[in-house]
Each structure stands twice: as structure tokens, then as C-alpha cells.
């Protein structure tokens, strides 16, 4: 097992820069991020101005804002403006584009198992709807290469699969796809990819449209460290016509004709809070900010810290990397003993996740691919360091009774 070094620490310099509760070992920011101050309070200077006049906020001034904020972040994911539609999360993404897909009897989604539980179940949703089916590619796990994911996906495809929802960094297991490769394999059977880059903007270096695919979607208030509710679906020119929002609304008869109709009908679907949509450039500017070299930096050093994390874990106890390097970004899994969620909360934690928490440390414990097997999943955010990992490591072994050789 190959050791690593931690970067060095800059938990102390920049923890204080977001509001996390200080009794609290955060290895969680994966699941939900976390908004540091500065973006806050540009949310709530434009709250504040939007209660101020709500007329002129919506009617007057309220486009050209959207305009600008999404400008900024298609330069930060590699996407042009006009393809990127605000949505409230990835999931609500990737429902748009499978209510907007016209299946037939027969058809095929197909997807990995790999896939987060919420848009498998939209998957399923919009198949039995349609009479279609969902296949799903079973992945070794371990896994030894990239090519396990693309040569898996081929081996399930069909005439008859219509799309494939494909993750760019899965939820349960921690891991990289080789989406640009999927994309273009699959392209060469005709099969349209939708990618759930859930975890991707803000981990990784993004380039959405080098990926190629037709339909990719992400969340900001992760790795961007937006406030909760902003994310984006990018939907490539060839295919807008087609995608219509999830409500459709005043744009579905609009007279204009000086934008898209795919503009217009994603900028407004209703009255809402927009203001974490248009605070975006401003977290991408805040996570560009803590390195000097900057967002490239950023990512670097939470990978290391990743790959640091992971083999401390894999070491403490005694469990096999699960993944190869290559396939690591700013997450990491590390299977577990057995578990038994029989025991398990009101909230259907694993009773280990509930004593972590007891000792003050936030780390999920997720069962996968089923009960009993499980595995804990770190986050490495520039916030946490190798205490914090080492903390972990220490209620494990003590938890799970495990000697000092493992």
C-alpha cells in the first residue's frame, strides 16, 4: 500500500473563514458543502435588495443579473453561457432532462451501479412511464482501471438504449468516471449521455464541453462552495429544442424572439430566492483565493489530502485501496466491517455514523452496495487536515475494536 503525505496544513489559517461549528471534525463536505462568510453575506446584501424593491429586482433588473452570473460560471466549467440553465440542485437536473425525453415502449436507460439513490429513482420513474426499462451496469469493486466503468457501460447497450446517466464522481463510492471517454464511446453507438457531475465542479478541473456530452449537470453548493440551491444543467445546442423545465411557465408563449427558446424558458419558471444562483461567482472567486496558486492549487492540495486520508484509513484498518489513484479526486471510500442496520436510527444512519457523531466527528457511513456491507467516505476540503483524519482513525479502531496492527 502506497503511503502519502499530507499537504502542508492550512486548516488553522482558513477554517475560520467558514462558519463551521469548531467542536465539530467536519469530514463531510461532500455531502451538503459548506458557505463560507464572505459568500453569505453577498447572499444577504442581495436579499436584502431584492426585498427592498421586489418589482424592480425581478422585472428591471433580475435578467441581466442571471446574465452575469452565469457568464462566470460557464468560464469556471468550460461551458458557453447560452447551454447552462440554473436549477435549484443536480437531481432537479437530471429530472428535467428525463421529463423532457420522449421513450417508447421498450426503450433502455442505462446507468451503473454506482448511480446516487435519487436520480436511480428518476430513472425508474421515467421508464415506467414510458413501458421502458433501466439497466443497470454492474462495476467490479474494487475497482483496477478506468476502463472497468467504459468497458462495463458498452457491454450493456443495446439498439434500443436511448441514454445514459452516467456519474463524473459517484456519491456512495468516492470515485472519478472516465466520463470523456464514455461520452465518446458511447456517441459512437449513438447513445446520448447525461452526465450527474454532482460532486465535479469545484473538485475537479472542468471542461464541460470538451466532455461532449448532451446533457451534463452540477451542483455549486459543493466543491464551489455556493449557498444551498444553486446548480446548473448544461444542455449542448443540438439537443435544447427538446428540453423543457421542470414548471413550465410564462416563457412556454413568450413573443420574444431576441433570445432562445430554451433561454427564456429556464430563466423563469416561477418566483423563487435566485440570490445562490447569483452569488456563484463569487464563491468560484473565494475558492480561487486561498492558494496563491489558485483554484489549480486548490484542487491539488484537497486530492493529496484525499490520497493521505485514504491510506492512513486503508492502513488503520487493514482494507484494500478500492480504487486506483487515478480515480481519486477530494473523496474517498474505505470499506468497513460488516454492519447491521437493524440497529440503525431514526434516520437510518448506521449505528457506527451515530457513535462517530457522538465523538464529535461528522463522517458518513453509507451501506453499499447493500446491507450489511458498508463503507466510510472522507471529504478532504482545504478546512481539514491529518489531525482530523487521525481523529477518525482513532474512534474506528476503538469502535470497531481493532488492534494496533491493523
Known amino acids: 500500500m502506497l503511503a502519502h503525505d499530507f499537504p502542508h496544513s492550512q486548516a488553522a489559517r482558513v477554517r475560520p473563514l467558514w462558519t463551521l461549528d469548531p467542536e465539530i471534525t467536519f469530514l463531510n463536505h461532500g455531502s451538503f458543502g459548506a458557505c463560507p462568510r464572505v459568500v453569505l453575506e453577498a447572499q444577504a446584501r442581495l436579499r436584502e435588495r431584492m426585498e427592498r424593491e421586489p418589482v424592480r429586482f425581478f422585472i428591471r433588473e433580475l435578467e441581466a443579473m442571471l446574465d452575469e452570473a452565469r457568464g462566470g460560471l460557464a468560464a469556471f466549467v468550460g461551458a458557453g453561457s447560452d447551454d447552462l440553465a440554473f436549477v435549484p440542485n443536480a437531481t432537479a437536473g437530471v429530472n428535467t432532462v428525463l421529463r423532457s425525453l420522449e421513450l417508447g415502449a421498450g426503450d433502455e436507460l442505462l446507468t451503473t451501479d454506482h448511480e446516487y439513490n435519487a436520480c436511480r429513482n428518476a430513472l425508474e420513474f421515467t421508464a415506467s412511464r414510458a413501458g421502458a426499462r433501466v439497466v443497470v451496469a454492474k462495476l467490479p469493486f474494487p475497482l483496477s482501471s478506468p476502463d472497468d466503468v467504459t468497458e462495463a457501460l458498452l457491454a450493456h447497450t443495446s439498439p434500443r438504449t436511448r441514454l445514459a446517466l452516467v456519474d463524473h464522481v459517484t456519491s456512495q463510492t468516492g470515485v472519478v468516471f472516465p466520463v470523456a471517454n464514455i461520452v465518446s464511446e458511447l456517441g459512437r ?141 477530494a473523496l474517498a471510500t474505505i470499506p468497513l466491517p460488516d454492519g ?21 466527528i461528522e463522517v458518513p457511513v453509507n451501506p453499499w452496495p447493500a446491507p450489511p456491507k458498508r463503507l466510510v467516505r472522507v471529504s478532504a476540503q482545504i478546512y481539514n487536515d491529518r489531525a482530523d483524519y487521525e481523529r477518525l482513525a482513532g474512534a474506528l479502531r476503538e469502535l470497531l475494536h481493532l488492534s494496533r496492527g491493523h
Open 189 to 329: 453507438r449513438g447513445i446520448d449521455v447525461l452526465v450527474d457531475g454532482a460532486h465535479a465542479p469545484g473538485m475537479l478541473a472542468l471542461d464541460v464541453s470538451a466532455i461532449g456530452a448532451a446533457y451534463y449537470t452540477g451542483n455549486c453548493h459543493k466543491w464551489i462552495c455556493a449557498p444551498k440551491g444553486a446548480a446548473f444543467l448544461y444542455v449542448r445546442p443540438d439537443k435544447q429544442a427538446k428540453i423543457r423545465p421542470l414548471s413550465i411557465s410564462h416563457g412556454a408563449n413568450s413573443p420574444r424572439t431576441d433570445r432562445s427558446r430554451f433561454r427564456i424558458e429556464v430563466d423563469w419558471t416561477g418566483t423563487c430566492d435566485p440570490t445562490a444562483h447569483l452569488v456563484i461567482p463569487e464563491a468560484i472567486r473565494f475558492i480561487s483565493s486561498l492558494l496563491p496558486g489558485g483554484f489549480a492549487a486548490l484542487v491539488e492540495h484537497n486530492r493529496k489530502t484525499a490520497l493521505a486520508a485514504r491510506a492512513l484509513l486503508c492502513e488503520t484498518l487493514g482494507a484494500p485501496l478500492p480504487a486506483p489513484e487515478s480515480m481519486i479526486g
Open 340 to 360: 447491521d442496520l437493524r440497529q440503525a436510527s431514526p434516520f437510518h444512519l448506521d449505528p457506527l455514523q451515530d457513535a462517530l457523531f457522538e465523538r464529535g
